[in-house]
């Protein structure tokens, strides 16, 4: 039955009522202590790894896998899932046996990874274009007898384009000797596919291997996100893991970002000496030349230990710069948002990002780097619309010839305004509103005051958005019957709903409804869009492409589309005063 009840609600009452329901999709709870695996893989924890327990949902990980099954595993940065794939390489009781395989985004991390596991005394490899001549000359010769190497790192590009890294993979798979492989940091296939299109070419690990499990692990993705990951590494009824994404012990903050650099970096400054003095920290910014401006500025103006990171430095320096801020010689890496991708370095204190960040899994992602030993940390971003009008414009006008097809350009563009919602939003639960990104309930006065919204003083006044929520509903059951044949996207349904001129808008601009949120604040139209999605009065369709990407069309559910329209169901949207 649904209610017709009015439902009036302040912005920051804790209400259950306004969270999204998750489809989170859950292993069945078993002792996996019995499992056949158990004692060889608690002896490698305490022995090898000198730990003394498993984290939540790592033994259901590692028990699946050696089993062959398909995993696919999502929890927060710093929840352990290395581990996951590390130790059951080394396990010689599971159903598939010999070299794992994984595949990893990022040079650093590789490096990192595989130093890390080379002080354990695991005999683990990278096969990368970057790698020392020495250790790759050393891994193929025993990968093609066939001698003990339980990992071996490599890139997706390196993996799809090598034709001697194909080799050995086909070689070890006709001896029996292809255990698993690993794709690790699992949401790059649909965050970053504009650009690595080799991560969305995994597939062949399925087409080519059938019968070798895949595990895919990430530390952000939501309902949508984990459904492209799910296709395209074509995983079988996979084991599915999942952590809850609240991070308690970070501090969410946004600021308004200066229009002058100058007052930028002293606020910048300013925050780190006040709050972080000695501290280790990372700030992002969007450019290589802005990472190399203020890192230079922070130590030459405020006698700050800051260093620049970025793809465009020498490889030397860049491994000096990275080494140095891992082990606290240099206290602050400025960066562009590749770094730190799970790099494991526990007293991170601080977060800022000098510029937004392009979706709410990318900051998600970034700002999980801070706080990893569970000691408090601050993330702090500042936001000016200007920058959204330069990230909207570096995605609709690339300045490389490697330009993504239209779908995937509105799909990038609707990730960013999720941020710019985000960012925007005075008033709701910084948590609750990140959660929601990931389809995960929250009830905001379990935050304890640890956003700038939660601790606020003033008073919430309530504001009766009935018309407009009504005005929203009917738009888009207008706009659906127009017969467009592709559908409307949630950015696409905002602009014409706020009258805006362009050439895709064009043809609705004669509709009912067009133009209606004209002169309504762009933060209190995102937040009733919010509502709705969440109140499933609106919904997504999912589709994939002729060009197979996943796109996300709304639409009405009609039955709760009469209640809104009928039964005067309103939304109190709390406005700071």
Same mark, same amino acid.
């Given at each position: 039955m649904?209610s017709?009840?009015?439902?009036?609600r302040?912005?920051?009452?804790?209400?259950?009522?306004e969270?999204?329901?998750?489809?989170t999709l859950?292993?069945?709870?078993?002792?996996?202590?019995a499992s &056949?695996?158990? $004692?060889?893989?608690?002896?490698?924890?305490?022995?090898? $790894?000198k730990l003394?327990? $498993? /984290?939540?949902n790592?033994?259901?990980c590692?028990?699946?896998? !050696?089993d062959?099954?398909?995993?696919?595993?999502l929890?927060?940065t710093?929840?352990?899932?290395?581990?996951c *794939?590390q130790?059951?390489?080394?396990?010689k009781?599971?159903?598939?046996q010999?070299?794992t395989f994984?595949?990893?985004?990022l040079?650093?991390?590789i490096?990192?990874q595989?130093l890390a596991l080379?002080e354990?005394?695991i005999?683990a $490899?990278?096969?990368t274009?970057a790698a020392?001549?020495d250790?790759?000359?050393?891994?193929?010769p025993?990968?093609r007898?066939?001698?003990?190497?339980?990992?071996? *790192?490599?890139?997706?590009?390196?993996f799809?384009?090598?034709n001697?890294v194909q080799?050995?993979?086909?070689?070890?798979?006709? /001896?029996k000797?292809l255990?698993?492989?690993v794709?690790?940091?699992?949401?790059?296939?649909g965050?970053w596919?504009?650009?690595?299109?080799?991560y969305a070419?995994?597939g062949?690990? /399925?087409?080519?291997?059938?019968?070798?499990?895949?595990?895919?692990l990430?530390g952000?993705a939501?309902e949508?996100?984990i459904?492209?990951?799910?296709?395209?590494?074509a995983?079988?009824?996979?084991v599915h893991?999942?952590q809850?994404?609240?991070r308690?012990?970070?501090?969410y903050?946004v600021r308004?970002k200066p229009?002058?650099k100058?007052?930028?970096l002293?606020?910048?400054?300013?925050?780190?000496q006040?709050r972080h003095?000695?501290d280790t920290?990372i700030i992002y910014?969007?450019?290589r030349d802005?990472?190399e401006?203020?890192?230079?500025?922070l130590?030459e103006?405020?006698n700050?230990?800051?260093?620049?990171?970025?793809?465009?430095?020498?490889?030397?320096e860049?491994r000096?710069?990275?080494?140095?801020?891992?082990?606290?010689i240099?206290?602050?890496?400025?960066?562009?948002?590749?770094f730190?991708?799970?790099?494991?370095?526990?007293?991170?204190?601080?977060v800022?990002?000098?510029?937004?960040?392009?979706d709410m899994?990318?900051?998600?992602q970034?700002?999980? /780097?801070?706080?990893?030993d569970?000691?408090?940390?601050?993330?702090l971003l500042?936001?000016? *619309?200007r920058?959204?009008?330069k990230?909207?414009?570096?995605l609709t006008n690339p300045?490389?010839?490697?330009?993504? &097809?239209?779908?995937?350009?509105e799909?990038? !563009?609707?990730r960013?305004?999720?941020v710019v919602?985000?960012?925007?939003?005075?008033?709701d639960?910084r948590?609750?509103?990140?959660?929601?990104h990931f389809?995960e309930?929250?009830?905001?006065?379990?935050?304890?005051k640890?956003?700038?919204?939660?601790?606020?003083l003033?008073?919430?006044?309530k504001?009766n958005?009935?018309?407009?929520?009504?005005?929203a509903?009917?738009?888009?059951?207008?706009?659906i019957?127009?017969?467009?044949?592709?559908?409307?996207t949630l950015?696409?349904?905002?602009?014409?709903w706020?009258g805006?001129k362009s050439?895709?808008?064009a043809?609705y601009?004669? !509709?009912?409804?067009?133009?209606?949120?004209?002169n309504?604040?762009?933060?209190?139209?995102?937040?009733i869009?919010?509502?709705?999605?969440c109140?499933?009065?609106?919904?997504?369709?999912?589709?994939?492409?002729?060009s197979?990407?996943?796109?996300n *069309?709304?639409?009405?559910?009609?039955?709760?589309?009469?209640?809104?329209?009928?039964?005067?169901?309103f939304?109190a949207?709390? !406005?700071?005063?």
């Amino acid at each position: 039955m649904i209610s017709t009840e009015p439902l009036c609600r302040s912005a920051r009452d804790g209400s259950q009522a306004e969270a999204c329901t998750s489809s989170t999709l859950c292993s069945t709870r078993v002792d996996h202590t019995a499992s &056949p695996y158990y $004692f060889e893989a608690i002896s490698l924890l305490k022995g090898t $790894f000198k730990l003394s327990h $498993f /984290r939540k949902n790592q033994l259901e990980c590692i028990t699946a896998t !050696l089993d062959g099954k398909d995993v696919f595993y999502l929890a927060p940065t710093g929840g352990g899932k290395s581990l996951c *794939y590390q130790l059951p390489a080394l396990c010689k009781s599971g159903k598939t046996q010999g070299t794992t395989f994984v595949i990893s985004p990022l040079l650093s991390l590789i490096e990192d990874q595989v130093l890390a596991l080379r002080e354990k005394g695991i005999n683990a $490899f990278r096969l990368t274009n970057a790698a020392d001549t020495d250790a790759a000359h050393d891994a193929l010769p025993r990968l093609r007898k066939g001698d003990n190497v339980p990992l071996v *790192y490599t890139t997706p590009e390196k993996f799809i384009n090598s034709n001697i890294v194909q080799d050995i993979v086909v070689h070890l798979y006709e /001896r029996k000797l292809l255990a698993r492989f690993v794709v690790d940091e699992a949401h790059v296939i649909g965050g970053w596919r504009s650009w690595r299109e080799s991560y969305a070419s995994l597939g062949i690990l /399925r087409e080519r291997w059938p019968d070798i499990p895949i595990m895919a692990l990430t530390g952000s993705a939501n309902e949508l996100a984990i459904e492209d990951i799910k296709e395209s590494l074509a995983l079988r009824n996979p084991v599915h893991l999942k952590q809850s994404f609240n991070r308690a012990n970070l501090y969410y903050e946004v600021r308004m970002k200066p229009a002058q650099k100058k007052v930028l970096l002293q606020e910048i400054a300013g925050f780190i000496q006040s709050r972080h003095k000695g501290d280790t920290g990372i700030i992002y910014c969007q450019s290589r030349d802005e990472c190399e401006d203020m890192a230079r500025r922070l130590r030459e103006e405020f006698n700050l230990s800051a260093r620049h990171f970025h793809a465009g430095m020498d490889r030397d320096e860049k491994r000096v710069n990275q080494h140095d801020w891992s082990k606290g010689i240099c206290k602050i890496i400025v960066a562009t948002i590749a770094f730190g991708m799970g790099i494991d370095k526990p007293d991170v204190r601080f977060v800022i990002h000098a510029t937004m960040s392009k979706d709410m899994d990318g900051y998600y992602q970034e700002t999980g /780097r801070a706080g990893r030993d569970g000691g408090p940390s601050d993330c702090l971003l500042f936001y000016a *619309y200007r920058d959204v009008a330069k990230l909207q414009s570096m995605l609709t006008n690339p300045h490389d010839s490697n330009r993504p &097809p239209p779908d995937e350009v509105e799909r990038q !563009l609707e990730r960013l305004s999720a941020v710019v919602a985000y960012c925007s939003n005075e008033s709701d639960c910084r948590r609750v509103l990140i959660l929601r990104h990931f389809d995960e309930e929250f009830d905001e006065e379990e935050c304890h005051k640890s956003c700038d919204n939660c601790c606020k003083l003033g008073k919430t006044v309530k504001e009766n958005c009935t018309e407009m929520a009504q005005q929203a509903v009917q738009l888009l059951s207008n706009l659906i019957d127009s017969g467009r044949d592709r559908g409307i996207t949630l950015n696409m349904f905002k602009d014409v709903w706020r009258g805006r001129k362009s050439k895709n808008i064009a043809p609705y601009s004669g !509709l009912s409804g067009y133009g209606a949120a004209a002169n309504i604040d762009h933060t209190m139209t995102e937040r009733i869009v919010t509502q709705l999605l969440c109140r499933q009065v609106f919904s997504t369709r999912r589709t994939t492409s002729g060009s197979g990407f996943g796109v996300n *069309y709304l639409e009405v559910c009609f039955l709760l589309m009469v209640v809104a329209i009928v039964s005067q169901l309103f939304w109190a949207v709390g !406005l700071q005063r």
